[in-house]
């Protein structure tokens, strides 16, 4: 059986009854019960019926406690106005037409009839008005966190005995992902209140990969002091799953990728080190966002220019031009008042540097975009 209270603490009365309880909205919660938990109900709006949807009707518009033996739904929602169903403008229309003014009306309806003018729809509402719609409970359920914690007695001064540990965490939280089907979006490490988070760039539950990150970021930024509180925190996701090819070329393991990645953020810092990343838009410079190690460095803003056909002049460099290629004409982002549209060129100048320049067609100016390392 099922029972539904309506109220402003029904949330917290219904914990009391069962650790599943499905919340309907936020006054209303139905959960199942067994017959010696009825009597606790008494003295609240509440309603018992063999069906959820029944009890959650009776307990929303019938004052006190309600309950509804079995085969009787039809007769006791019987009294309800039509209004008590979930609303819906144009069924009720409808029924106001056809003189339907309470549940009792709809029900005694033929089904046939009913179906070939108001179709699924229109008998699920029947249905509803006569109690007898049977569905599983749709509990909440708090989402798992997949965390350890260590309070140490004495605390770690090596690197080694605190990878231990975590490694322990690790084999111990990946189980727990592994036997739901999960896997580790990020790696939240917390020593001595100082958090510091990982990011993978795949969902994994390798634990020898989130062990050498760890690992990597304890060598780049080592504790500030002897750790004596550990705690460990795994963000799970759905797991990678990839089809391999027959004839696809092997390419380097995404573990290999980020691990070498981990050991060069170590040599040159954190903040120099990143991934591309695509825009939706073809204008020229937007896959590659500032900040990152590239073979072109480009002139933030371009630098304005004067261009002949032997020579070439800005406010920081001039030159004899050597060899040119091009031109390469772009444009895009019709839509959009600071509309692009030029010619580019690749330019080789007697400083022995390689330039792109290129013509904004719309105020007809030369400007160097950038240079080739």
């Known amino acids: 059986m099922f029972a539904c209270i309506h109220g402003p603490d029904a949330n917290r009365l219904a914990d009391s009854f069962s650790p599943f309880v499905e919340m309907v909205d936020e006054k209303t919660v139905v959960f199942s019960i ?163 988070t990982h990011s993978v760039p795949f969902p994994t539950r390798d634990v020898k990969l989130l062990l050498k990150l760890v690992e990597h970021s304890l060598v780049r930024q080592p504790p500030d002091a002897p750790v004596a509180k550990v705690h460990l925190e795994l963000i799970p996701t759905e797991p990678r799953r990839v089809q391999r090819g027959l004839f696809t070329p092997a390419a380097p393991e995404p573990e290999k990728l980020e691990l070498t990645l981990g050991k060069i953020r170590g040599l040159v810092g954190e903040k120099n080190v990143g991934y591309p990343e695509l825009f939706d838009t073809h204008r020229p410079g937007a896959g590659w966002p500032a900040g990152y190690l590239l073979p072109f460095r480009y002139f933030r803003p371009p630098l304005e220019a004067r261009v002949t056909s032997e020579r070439l002049w800005t406010r920081l460099f001039q030159g004899k031009i050597l060899q040119i290629a091009g031109p390469w004409r772009s444009s895009g982002d019709w839509w959009r008042p600071d509309l692009w549209n030029r010619d580019e060129y690749d330019l080789a100048l007697s400083d022995g540097a390689l330039y792109r320049i290129y013509l904004d067609r719309a105020p007809k100016k030369w400007f160097v975009e950038g240079v080739y390392d």
């Open 34 to 196: 067994t017959s010696r938990q009825l009597g606790r109900l008494k003295g609240a709006q509440a309603a018992v019926a063999v069906t959820a949807e029944a009890a959650i009707l009776a307990a929303r518009n019938l004052p006190g406690y309600t309950f509804i033996p079995p085969g009787e739904e039809a007769r006791v929602l019987g009294t309800l106005s039509i209004d008590a169903l979930p609303p819906d403008p144009e069924f009720f229309e409808t029924f106001h037409l056809w003189g339907i003014r309470s549940l009792e009306d709809l029900a005694r309806l033929p089904d046939d009839a009913l179906a070939s003018r108001l179709g699924e729809r229109g008998l699920w509402l029947q249905r509803l008005a006569r109690g007898v719609i049977e569905r599983p409970l749709r509990p909440r359920i708090p989402a798992a966190v997949y965390e350890e914690s260590a309070d140490l007695e004495h605390p770690i001064k090596l690197r080694e005995p605190l990878l231990f540990l975590i490694a322990r965490f690790l084999h111990d939280l990946t189980a727990r992902l592994k036997s739901q089907s999960l896997a580790a979006a990020a790696l939240c490490l917390t020593l001595n209140g100082n958090q510091r």
